[in-house]
């Protein structure tokens, strides 16, 4: 905790808002997306999932394959307390959500489902996308999927499997996802390798969204190694989430901003 007040304490000297960025593609994301206050009809749609999670007081064991949960001690777990705790805030789902809206991707990955309060804004972005969802843990995604199937999203392949075998055995090369969103496993190791192993995937249109990139320090350290590499371009910093972007015309810059 003392590690991450620190983080967050660095971010706000660093951050700035779009009346300190030049790039007019950063400053276009920013002005018709990120600080779009406008009220969306989606939003009701995304509360009403969320409030029926956290009206669910059943218990499930979760297996977690990840770097392990700051929050709860022990692998059965309330349900609506995944979702309060654990799962994507209303606020970061519905950023999700404009971010989806605004680039459009045709197809969308997502590391890590969860209770499914991200691949619902996901969907609810672009219906006509395609969407693969992976999860490892199965009482989880059965949860996931039940939500799911209730709104309905039919956009969303839900995919019990764990991460780094999934990604080796997919043929990654002759797909093309537009948007990945890396939820699963929040340890420098395994972001590093699903992100060598995805980036056969990239095109000039692709976004990528990692969560938690403050979240330890070994978390930082894979944060500073991907703004670094070559085919990366311009990086976003909104202390929850790094953005990353491969857009060859633009100049290599990282930016820190405030949401």
């Not at 500073?224 to 790094?242: A, L, M, S, Y």
Request: a positive charge.
């Amino acid at each position: 905790m003392l590690f991450q007040i620190k983080s967050y304490l660095q971010f706000l000297w660093h951050s700035k808002n779009e009346h300190a960025v030049h790039s007019p593609f950063v400053f276009s994301l920013l002005t018709k997306c990120f600080y779009d206050k406008k009220s969306k009809p989606e939003y009701a749609i995304l509360r009403k999932y969320r409030n029926s999670l956290l009206a669910n007081n059943n218990t499930i064991e979760v297996t977690d394959f990840g770097a392990g949960s700051k929050v709860f001690k022990s692998n059965t777990r309330v349900i609506s307390k995944i979702a309060k705790t654990a799962g994507i805030s209303s606020k970061r789902a519905e950023l999700l959500f404009r971010i989806t809206h605004y680039f459009q991707p045709q197809s969308i990955l997502e590391i890590g489902t969860s209770l499914g309060l991200a691949t619902a804004a996901l969907s609810l972005g672009n219906l006509k996308a395609k969407i693969i969802t992976l999860e490892g843990c199965p009482n989880t995604m059965a949860i996931a999927k039940s939500q799911l199937q209730l709104f309905p999203f039919d956009n969303v392949n839900s995919i019990v499997t764990e991460f780094s075998s999934y990604l080796n055995d997919f043929r990654l090369s002759t797909f093309d996802f537009k948007l990945i969103y890396f939820d699963g496993n929040h340890s420098k190791k395994a972001t590093l390798d699903y992100f060598d192993l995805l980036l056969p995937t990239i095109t000039n249109e692709t976004v990528w969204i990692f969560d938690d990139i403050h979240w330890s320090p070994e978390m930082e350290e894979a944060w500073k190694i991907i703004k670094k590499h070559p085919k990366v371009t311009v990086t976003i910093d909104t202390f929850q989430w790094g953005l990353v972007f491969f857009r060859k015309e633009q100049p290599k810059e990282h930016f820190v901003i405030r949401i």
